[in-house]
């Protein structure tokens, strides 16, 4: 099959690349080559620009096309003004981040009402689903993951808390984790592999509609999380759990400070991670145990312990994180 993908080089597209190498197709890849340009000799490569000139594509033919570099409604029309009209499918990774509300402790699948604003990554994103379905009807299959987590990330938001836990095993920081909120509170995530293989599942099958490609809801709690990383790494810590309330009252942040964690009382985002993945898995989608994804993501983390660092959100500093156990322990 010949196959477009745009971007990768990076994360999730690397992988795309690597599972369609793998698959025996003839990749093309169309990127800025601005980063890691000596991936994958074995793939054709087109130099352009998702914001700007597209024409390296025009008067190519595919028989797919993986988009895991769109966020706009304006390159869609750009990459479908290129392309023109003859796409036989097209693959476009979206996000859970296009639905309106994620009210606490209630599951959606994907007839859920999307964000119809225009501003922002999610509203962006669902824009660029509506164009890209427009451009291509009945030829898409729109991918809604979660979080991405595994080897290459460049966000550091899952591999925070395996670095930690291998911090503390080597001394290198306190043996004291701080964990938010609710040992019981549910979360999700998708490993890139395992989405890479479901996009590539996807163009191949020429499989069309919306899909929430994450791990199944209620699949996971945090606390499962932590002690995965806490046994893998052999650090014997202390996992020191704090409610909700007090973490905000320190100012820790959601998502960022504490990777993962949505205070259960954040009104629009509670429940964000209790998307039904149901049609996914009945479509195609699969899953890598945590234990191995967790393995995998501290693997690359050692091999690379620098990869992508400026990168990487903000996570709480080592100094924040004992103050924060330690004013609680003194407020109990």
């Not at 669902?126 to 460049?154: F, K, M």
């Not at 964000?272 to 145990?289: K, V």
């Amino acid at each position: 099959m010949k196959l477009l993908i745009l971007g990768g080089t990076v994360f999730l597209g690397r992988h795309i690349v690597e599972t369609a190498l793998a698959h025996g197709h003839d990749v093309t890849m169309f990127n800025r080559g601005q980063r890691n340009p000596d991936l994958f000799p074995e793939a054709k490569r087109l130099i352009g620009d998702r914001n700007g000139d597209m024409s390296a594509l025009i008067g190519h033919s595919f028989d797919a096309v993986i988009d895991c570099s769109g966020y706009t409604p304006e390159q869609m029309n750009r990459t479908a003004d290129a392309l023109g009209s003859n796409v036989p499918h097209y693959t476009f990774v979206s996000t859970i981040s296009t639905y309106a509300r994620c009210p606490a402790n209630r599951m959606f699948n994907e007839d859920a009402e999307l964000d119809s604003g225009t501003e922002g990554y999610g509203a962006q994103k669902a824009r660029a689903e509506e164009t890209i379905e427009a451009a291509y009807p009945n030829r898409v299959a729109q991918v809604r993951p979660g979080l991405i987590v595994g080897p290459h990330d460049p966000t550091g938001r899952f591999s925070y808390w395996p670095r930690r836990f291998a911090a503390a095993a080597s001394g290198a920081q306190s043996a004291s984790v701080l964990a938010p909120g609710l040992p019981s509170q549910w979360i999700q995530w998708i490993d890139v592999r395992d989405l890479a293989q479901f996009c590539v599942h996807c163009a191949e099958q020429h499989i069309r509609g919306r899909y929430n490609a994450v791990t199944p809801a209620r699949g996971h709690t945090f606390s499962e999380l932590l002690d995965a990383c806490n046994e893998i790494t052999q650090a014997h810590a202390d996992i020191v759990w704090r409610d909700e309330a007090t973490l905000l009252a320190d100012s820790v942040a959601e998502w960022t400070d504490l990777p993962l964690w949505i205070a259960q009382s954040n009104e629009t985002r509670a429940g964000m991670m209790l998307a039904d993945s149901t049609r996914a898995m009945s479509a195609g989608l699969a899953f890598t145990p945590l234990i191995e994804t967790v393995q995998a993501t501290l693997d690359w983390c050692a091999e690379f312990p620098d990869a992508d660092a400026a990168t990487r959100i903000k996570t709480i500093s080592p100094e924040r994180e004992a103050a924060v156990i330690s004013a609680a322990k003194f407020a109990a």
